[in-house]
C-alpha cells in the first residue's frame, strides 16, 4: 500500500518546460519572468502590486523594512504559528509582543491583540492560519489605532475573507511558496504584496539594495530577489491555483472533519489540523494506516528557546498552550484520489 505524504509538489511538462526555457534564456535573474510573475500574482489576489523574492521569511523580513519598523518598535504576532512570523520582527531589531489564539479558529484573538496594543505597537501581523482567514476585527483594530496590518498569507494562497482575497486584506500581505505550500516554484520562494500605492515603489527597492532606477541605493535593501527559473516554475502553477483550491475545500467536504471554518469565509485548506486529546494515539493509528500526519505547532513561539529571554517567555497564552500540542495535520492536498480520502477517512471515522 502506498504511503500518503502531508504534501505533494506539483510538477508537470509545462513546469518542467517553463524552467528550461528560463535556463536557456540566459538571463536568470532580474528578467521578464519575476516582473511578470509579480503583475499576475498581483492580479489574482486582488493587490494593488506584488514583488517575488526568495522566501516567506525574506517577504516577512522586507514587509517590516517596508514600514519602517526596528529598535524600540512593537509588532503583535500570534503566540502559535510558524516561528519565522516572530523571528522577521526579532531580525530588524523590534519586539514582538506574543497574542493568544481564538479557542474556535486557532487564529490571533482581536482581543488579545487589543488589549496589547501600547504606544510602542507600529504593526499587527495576523496569520490565516493552516488557511483559515484571521478575524475581520484585525482590520478595524488597525484602523481604529493608525497602526498597520500584515497579513502572513504564507499557507493561504486562495483564502478569502469577507469577499476579499488574502493578499488583499491587510496592508501587506506575505506569501511562501515552500514545496509543500499550496502552489510552489521548485526551490524556495516568496511574494510580497501590498494594497497601498504609495508602497509599491519601495517593495521593489527593498529586494534589490534599496536601489532606486540609477542604482543609487536610497535606503537599506538586501538581495531578496526571486530567479528566473523559480518565477517561471510560479507562473505555470498560478495558472493551476483556483482549481488546486478547489479541490482542497471538496477534500475538506469529503472529510467530514469538525474543524470550525469561520463564517463569510472560504478557508484555502493549506493544512487540514484535527484537535485531538492524544495526538500520539491519532498519529500511531494513521502511521498504521500508512499516512502522514504530525503536529502542529507543538510549542508556542514564546515558549521557544531563541526567546527565552523574552520578557513573555514565562507567560502562559491560554488557548496556545491548551491547543498547540493537539493540533494533528493530516492530509488534503488536492492530488489526492477517491481511494486514498477514504483510507484517511477510515482512520478519522473509525
Ligand atoms: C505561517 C508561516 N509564516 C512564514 C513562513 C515562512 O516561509 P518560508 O519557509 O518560505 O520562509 C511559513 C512557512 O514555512 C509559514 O507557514
Redesign the pocket.
Known amino acids: 500500500m502506498k504511503r500518503i505524504p502531508l504534501a505533494k509538489p506539483y510538477w508537470d511538462d509545462e513546469c518542467e518546460q517553463a524552467a528550461v526555457a528560463a535556463l536557456t534564456s540566459g538571463r536568470w535573474v532580474k528578467g521578464p519572468e519575476a516582473k511578470a510573475f509579480g503583475e499576475e500574482f498581483a492580479n489574482w489576489c486582488g493587490a494593488i502590486a506584488a514583488v517575488p523574492c526568495q522566501?516567506?521569511?525574506?517577504a516577512?523580513w522586507a514587509a517590516l523594512r517596508l514600514l519602517d519598523i526596528g529598535p524600540g518598535d512593537e509588532v503583535i504576532v500570534p503566540g502559535m504559528?510558524?516561528i519565522?512570523?516572530a523571528t522577521s520582527v526579532s531580525l530588524v531589531g523590534a519586539t514582538p509582543v506574543f497574542a493568544d489564539i481564538e479557542s474556535d479558529y486557532w487564529c490571533i484573538c482581536p482581543d488579545d491583540v487589543e488589549a496589547k496594543i501600547t504606544s510602542k505597537t507600529k504593526a499587527v501581523i495576523g496569520?490565516h492560519l493552516f488557511g483559515q482567514p484571521f478575524s475581520p476585527r484585525l482590520r478595524e483594530i488597525c484602523d481604529n489605532h493608525e497602526i498597520a496590518l500584515i497579513e502572513?498569507a504564507?499557507?493561504a494562497h486562495g483564502a478569502i475573507l469577507e469577499g476579499k482575497m488574502a493578499g488583499a486584506i491587510g496592508d501587506i500581505a506575505c506569501f511562501?511558496?515552500?514545496p509543500s505550500k499550496n502552489m510552489a516554484v521548485g526551490g524556495?520562494g516568496?511574494m510580497i504584496t501590498t494594497t497601498r500605492p504609495e508602497y509599491s515603489e519601495k517593495l521593489k527597492r527593498l529586494v534589490d539594495h534599496g536601489r532606486n532606477d540609477t542604482l543609487e541605493s536610497i535606503e537599506l535593501g538586501t538581495n531578496l530577489r526571486m530567479s528566473e527559473v523559480n518565477a517561471a516554475i510560479g507562473r505555470v502553477q498560478l495558472k493551476h491555483i483556483d482549481e488546486w483550491t478547489n479541490k482542497r475545500r471538496e477534500n475538506s467536504r469529503l472529510l467530514r472533519h469538525d474543524t470550525k471554518t469561520r463564517p463569510n469565509c472560504e478557508h484555502a485548506w493549506h493544512q487540514l489540523c484535527v484537535f485531538v486529546n492524544d495526538p500520539n494515539e491519532t498519529i500511531s493509528n494513521f502511521n498504521k494506516a500508512g499516512i502522514d500526519s504530525r503536529v502542529h505547532y507543538p510549542l508556542p513561539c514564546n515558549r521557544h528557546q531563541v526567546y527565552s529571554e523574552h520578557f513573555q517567555h514565562q507567560t502562559t497564552l491560554p488557548n496556545c498552550e491548551e491547543i498547540s500540542h493537539k493540533l494533528v495535520a493530516i492530509p488534503i492536498h488536492p492530488s489526492l484520489d477517491g481511494n486514498e480520502i477514504e483510507r484517511i477517512r477510515t482512520v478519522l471515522h473509525p
Open positions: 522566501s516567506g521569511s525574506a516577512l504559528t510558524f519565522a512570523t496569520v502572513d504564507a499557507q511562501s511558496f515552500f524556495e516568496g
